[in-house]
């Protein structure tokens, strides 16, 4: 789903001008970088939490070539869904595996 459909879902639920539904989400979105950005973490209840995990530098091949290559360190983006959206996520695999067991 792209932000823009996210902007018409939000405006088809809430009827407010999709240019303010758009300024809303890209002030969370700036919002959330800032927040990870310094190290802390960002959580929406329903959905789950951001967080950022330092990567250690280290030494990998490359599978073309067989040559070592060094991978410097490097802060990623971790996401923990919660529990509300792993409940949603096992509702719908559970009526999947029925349909596939007709």
């Given amino acids: 789903m792209t932000k823009l459909e996210i902007v018409d ?4 639920t809430i009827a407010q001008p999709k240019i303010d539904i758009e300024k809303v989400l890209d002030e969370f979105v700036r919002i959330s970088q800032e927040t990870l950005k310094t ?9 789950g939490s ?11 091949r490359n599978p073309k070539t067989g ?5 410097p360190a490097k802060k990623v983006v971790k ?3 919660g529990k509300e959206l792993i409940e949603v996520l096992k509702e719908s695999m559970s009526k999947y595996s ?5």
């Fill in 50 to 60: 951001f967080s950022t995990k330092e990567k250690a530098a280290r030494t990998a």
């Fill in 9 to 12: 879902k939000i405006f088809n």
């Fill in 67 to 71: 040559a070592s290559v060094q991978v």
């Fill in 39 to 47: 190290g802390d973490k960002v959580s929406l209840t329903g959905l």
């Fill in 98 to 102: 029925r349909i596939s067991n007709i």
């Fill in 79 to 81: 996401f923990k869904p």
